[in-house]
């Protein structure tokens, strides 16, 4: 079982949208999760991170966080075509662990 | 702030030949990260330093890699001799502090590296 696991995609969603991206982890003992986006030929970029259960919001991005089920979430609102990209998921350990990456395109 | 500079931003070799790139980290940042991403691989961490030490080599796939971080504001990853797997795009980032639950990290435009 991988660390981290994301479905690779591609994920396709219509503008205007919610586009939901999900992530398991295997490590119980993590603490917070980051979500990261990168664009094609570009480098990641941090979106925002969490480290309590429940909802963090950040204008029209919110993660969730089950550490129960240990599952991350990012959920997109208003899918915007400039959205489309890779999303990152990655666990903390004193170092980040990514997943694969989960390739979001929105369609006007 | 210039945010995390690398060099070379593509580079091109044949196989044997002795490869070095090159990061400078955002100031003030005590943490430096070399990661590789590949297609088959992702994105996986070669090694990071704090305060310049090296803290967690375990990534390095071989002992033809290597990682210096002379001074806070320099670090080089070199591969010698390369091979045809090695091609991939090599990422630097930094970050200010890693905790339990930080670890911001700032990742600089990266390296393409072709070896034929």
């Known amino acids: 079982q991988k660390e981290v696991e994301q479905n690779s995609g591609p994920l396709s969603v219509p503008e205007g949208a919610i586009a939901s991206l999900n992530c398991t982890y295997s490590?119980?003992?993590?603490?917070?999760f980051f979500w990261y986006r990168q664009y094609s030929g570009k480098s990641p970029e941090l979106i925002m991170f969490?480290?309590?259960?429940g909802d963090k919001e950040d204008g029209r991005f919110t993660a969730q966080l089950n550490k129960a089920s240990q599952y991350v979430s990012l959920l997109i609102r208003d899918s915007q075509p400039s959205d489309s990209a890779t999303y990152l998921c990655?666990?903390?350990?004193?170092?980040?662990?990514f997943g694969q990456g989960t390739e979001l395109s929105v369609k006007p | 702030d210039a945010g995390v500079i690398q060099s070379p931003r593509h580079e091109v070799t044949e196989m044997g030949q002795e490869v070095t790139l090159r990061c400078k980290p955002i100031?003030?940042?005590?943490?430096l990260f070399w990661y590789r991403q590949t297609m088959m691989r992702g994105l996986e961490l070669l090694i990071y330093?704090?305060?310049?030490?090296?803290?967690?080599d375990s990534g390095m796939p071989e002992d033809r890699f290597s990682a210096k971080m002379p001074n806070a504001s320099f670090s080089t990853l070199k591969i010698q001799p390369s091979e045809p797997r090695d091609s991939a795009v090599y990422f630097c980032?930094?970050?200010?502090?890693?905790?339990?639950?930080?670890?911001?990290?700032?990742f600089g435009p990266g390296t393409r590296l072709t070896v034929l």
């Open positions: 490590d119980r003992g993590s603490q917070s």
């Open positions: 990655a666990v903390n350990r004193g170092k980040l662990i």
């Open positions: 980032a930094s970050s200010l502090e890693v905790t339990g639950t930080y670890n911001e990290q700032f």
């Open positions: 100031s003030g940042h005590d943490y």
């Open positions: 330093f704090n305060n310049n030490v090296p803290i967690d």
């Open positions: 969490i480290y309590s259960n």
